[in-house]
């Protein structure tokens, strides 16, 4: 599973008007390509009577997949500024289309790079931006007698609890940071006098606004 990362919220836009030029950004966070690539022709298609609509996106592990489009702005003044703040941002997973209506002043190539970086930037500001962090799934079995205890620290400490199942003895279902995994084992086995079984049935990415 992959390392821990930073990307955006689900989905947000902006606005902002600079030389009587409007420029409306649109971000999503998408896991493919295709999902890339749907969402820029999806605003386009909304947005169908602008003079532009310029993107960017930045996918994978290791932002394998990175593009950058002009839309028929002066090549470099658009996409490439665009990918440059997701780079910047070390945003992965990320597609931003920033929609242009032309207010009739030329802003010139540095004008233009300008704006559609303040674009990008204000886009994400406005969705929020989470860290993705990948945790373990553990299972703590105890019996019952060692419920109270045990269920008062798990809830007064940092770890998320997810649920508590009831059969011959009790399951209590956690996320734990990797890197914290054998604190936990420890600090577990020291609250029941070692009369607990601790495994890890699974792991999940848990989302933290930064």
């Not at 950004?25 to 969402?39: C, G, H, P, Q, S």
């Not at 500024?81 to 597609?95: I, N, R, S, W």
């Not at 649920?163 to 086995?189: C, D, H, N, Q, R």
Request: proline content about 3%; charged content about 25%.
């Amino acid at each position: 599973m992959r390392a821990d990362y930073h990307t955006v919220k689900l989905s947000g836009e902006s606005e902002f008007i600079i030389q009587k030029s409007k420029f409306l950004t649109f971000v999503k966070r998408v896991e493919t390509e295709e999902e890339a690539i749907a969402f820029i022709n999806e605003v386009k298609k909304q947005q169908h009577t602008a003079t532009h609509n310029c993107s960017a996106y930045m996918i994978g592990p290791h932002d394998e997949i990175q593009k950058a489009n002009d839309d028929g702005e002066p090549s470099g003044t658009a996409g490439v500024p665009m990918l440059e703040v997701l780079k910047k941002q070390q945003l992965k997973d990320t597609v931003v289309v920033v929609t242009r209506y032309f207010g009739g002043i030329k802003l010139g190539s540095g004008g233009l790079i300008r704006a559609y970086g303040r674009a990008t930037s204000e886009g994400i500001a406005a969705t929020g931006k989470v860290e993705r962090k990948r945790h373990h799934l553990m299972k703590v079995t105890i019996e019952y007698t060692w419920l109270g205890k045990v269920e008062h620290e798990v809830r007064q400490s940092a770890y998320p609890l997810k649920e508590i199942t009831y059969e011959e003895g009790v399951s209590l279902f956690l996320y734990i940071p990797v890197a914290k995994a054998e604190p936990f084992t420890e600090w577990m086995t020291e609250i029941t006098s070692g009369q607990c079984q601790i495994s890890v049935v699974g792991q999940e990415f848990l989302e933290f606004e930064i």
